[in-house]
């Protein structure tokens, strides 16, 4: 069984976690500072940020990134090179969950737009970054909500008959078609950086915060004894990020009953974020409405 103590010394590394001011995001990049990463945070808010880094152990950086906008993202990226030289790790774990019909900066959905596009392009601006380190690794958090991702509400400019729910789906379910295609793109690039995804499981943090009153009661009643502690959700991120018999295109979560809790394993992703089609055309759409294009190979035999 795989436990935080399975984690190496991390020494001399990066490691870049959005959103870690709280929930999974917190508790991972709490677990890559106590093993000696550098972790910069990536923060929307400023003073979240440094409320953060004060309550970390080890080196602890703040980076100013706001997803909701591709300039922003953009702005970050440039701060970051300016700042580091690499990046040994990436984990894209920032997210939004029952929003209101609303859209991003960039008149995107605004789920969509932050939870997959604002990573996407984030993604392929430190690429580089990443490509100088000896063993680069990208982790993209999805959600056991991914298999229940519609691949008809992946076009995140159509608000028609906008539902929270639907939309949250097809965000998870982006952010593992975008972790397999960079997988099978790095691969065929010959990178020695990989990409991976993973989901927390039944995970008690802040993103429930805008849900109904009734979920809410419902989650802090029943749903306890289906869920897990934010920082036990976290293991399935940080093995996906640590293990080092893990390799490009595997997918960790939970090893429990319906993966809602337990020791991370190795997890078969839904059938409907495999399909070569689907991962292409979704990156294709990712590119042009982020304008942000990666230096990788194709091939098209999927």
């Given at each position: 069984?795989?436990?935080?103590?399975?984690?190496?010394?991390?020494?001399?590394?990066?490691?870049?976690?959005?959103?870690?001011?709280?929930?999974?995001?917190?508790?991972?990049?709490?677990?890559?500072?106590?093993?000696?990463?550098?972790?910069?945070?990536?923060?929307?808010?400023?003073?979240?940020?440094?409320?953060?880094?004060?309550?970390?152990?080890?080196?602890?950086?703040?980076?100013?990134?706001?997803?909701?906008?591709?300039?922003?993202?953009?702005?970050?990226?440039?701060?970051?090179?300016?700042?580091?030289?690499?990046?040994?790790?990436?984990?894209?774990?920032?997210?939004?969950?029952?929003?209101?019909?609303?859209?991003?900066?960039?008149?995107?959905?605004?789920?969509?737009?932050?939870?997959?596009?604002?990573?996407?392009?984030?993604?392929?601006?430190?690429?580089?970054?990443?490509?100088?380190?000896?063993?680069?690794?990208?982790?993209?958090?999805?959600?056991?909500?991914?298999?229940?991702?519609?691949?008809?509400?992946?076009?995140?400019?159509n608000l028609d008959g906008?539902?929270?729910?639907?939309?949250?789906?097809?965000?998870?379910?982006?952010?593992?078609?975008?972790?397999?295609?960079?997988?099978?793109?790095?691969?065929?690039?010959?990178?020695?950086?990989?990409?991976?995804?993973?989901?927390?499981?039944?995970?008690?943090?802040?993103?429930?915060?805008?849900?109904?009153?009734?979920?809410?009661?419902?989650?802090?009643?029943?749903?306890?004894?289906?869920?897990?502690?934010?920082?036990?959700?976290?293991?399935?991120?940080?093995?996906?990020?640590?293990?080092?018999?893990?390799?490009?295109?595997?997918?960790?979560?939970?090893?429990g009953p319906g993966q809602?809790?337990?020791?991370?394993?190795?997890?078969?992703?839904?059938?409907?974020?495999?399909?070569?089609?689907?991962?292409?055309?979704?990156?294709?759409?990712?590119?042009?409405?982020?304008?942000?294009?990666?230096?990788?190979?194709?091939?098209?035999?999927?």
């Amino acid at each position: 069984m795989w436990t935080a103590r399975d984690i190496p010394r991390l020494d001399g590394t990066t490691a870049l976690v959005t959103g870690a001011t709280a929930g999974i995001g917190l508790e991972t990049a709490k677990v890559l500072s106590a093993q000696g990463a550098h972790v910069v945070i990536g923060a929307r808010n400023a003073a979240s940020g440094a409320d953060a880094a004060r309550a970390l152990p080890g080196r602890i950086s703040v980076l100013k990134l706001e997803l909701a906008s591709l300039e922003a993202v953009r702005q970050a990226a440039g701060d970051l090179h300016e700042r580091f030289e690499r990046l040994d790790l990436l984990i894209n774990n920032a997210g939004l969950w029952w929003q209101p019909a609303r859209r991003t900066t960039d008149g995107f959905e605004s789920q969509m737009g932050v939870n997959h596009l604002g990573h996407f392009a984030l993604t392929g601006l430190l690429l580089d970054m990443l490509e100088r380190s000896p063993a680069g690794r990208i982790v993209t958090v999805s959600s056991k909500a991914a298999a229940a991702g519609s691949v008809t509400h992946l076009d995140p400019r159509n608000l028609d008959g906008y539902r929270p729910t639907t939309a949250y789906n097809a965000s998870k379910l982006a952010n593992l078609l975008f972790a397999f295609e960079l997988q099978h793109r790095l691969a065929a690039s010959a990178s020695s950086t990989i990409s991976l995804a993973a989901h927390p499981g039944g995970a008690r943090t802040s993103l429930f915060r805008d849900a109904s009153p009734g979920f809410r009661v419902a989650n802090a009643t029943i749903g306890r004894l289906f869920t897990q502690p934010a920082h036990a959700g976290a293991l399935s991120v940080l093995r996906a990020a640590t293990d080092s018999q893990a390799v490009g295109g595997e997918y960790y979560g939970p090893g429990g009953p319906g993966q809602f809790r337990g020791a991370p394993k190795r997890q078969r992703a839904p059938e409907r974020a495999c399909d070569p089609a689907t991962r292409r055309r979704l990156w294709a759409m990712s590119e042009e409405m982020t304008g942000v294009t990666y230096p990788l190979r194709t091939d098209a035999a999927h």
